[in-house]
């Protein structure tokens, strides 16, 4: 049976809610589901911080203006690493603000209605999509002509990952 998108999509929002929910109720109780945290060198004293979903939303679609997966066994002439480096910290930003606005939609939905709006968040994965394709676009013109097969080839590759990841672990949006 075939499943499409949206409802990959959907699965993983209410999965995520969930999740969320479960780790509020946690740490209500008192049992938060936290990442221990010490004073470096001191494994005596540990210190629960709780994790932050907006963050962690945050740092997924961040992560989607990294250019090392892509840029995997294609030689980059030195003179262009900076000009790389460069537009992966621009796009990085821009993504930041995507898994912001994507954690206000299910803080909203959670606060709200129980259900958050696909058709939204639909959009807003789309958008970033785009996003990383203009990316993309602009760090193949800086590579040499002779090594934009081989980045073609790890976008997809990365692309085909992604969908399977996202097809296997709907939860992990």
Do not use: W
Request: cysteine-free; overall charge neutral.
């Amino acid at each position: 049976m075939k499943i499409s998108r949206a409802a990959v999509t959907t699965m993983a929002i209410v999965a995520t809610l969930a999740t969320l929910g479960a780790a509020t109720r946690a740490d209500a109780q008192g049992r938060g589901m936290g990442r221990r945290r010490g004073n470096e060198g001191d494994s005596s004293s540990h210190a629960q911080k709780p994790d932050d979903p907006a963050e962690e939303m945050a740092n997924r679609y961040e992560d989607m203006a990294a250019t090392k997966p892509v840029l995997k066994d294609v030689k980059v002439e030195k003179s262009v690493r900076d000009s790389i480096q460069r537009i992966e910290r621009s796009y990085r930003y821009a993504f930041r603000s995507y898994g912001r606005a994507m954690q206000k939609l299910l803080d909203d939905a959670r606060s709200g209605t129980g259900t958050p709006d696909a058709s939204a968040i639909t959009q807003l994965r789309d958008d970033a999509h785009k996003l990383q394709d203009r990316e993309y676009a602009e760090l193949r013109e800086l590579i040499a002509a002779d090594q934009r097969a081989r980045f073609d080839d790890n976008i997809a590759k990365l692309r085909a990952e992604t969908e399977r990841s996202d097809a296997q672990h709907p939860e992990s949006l």
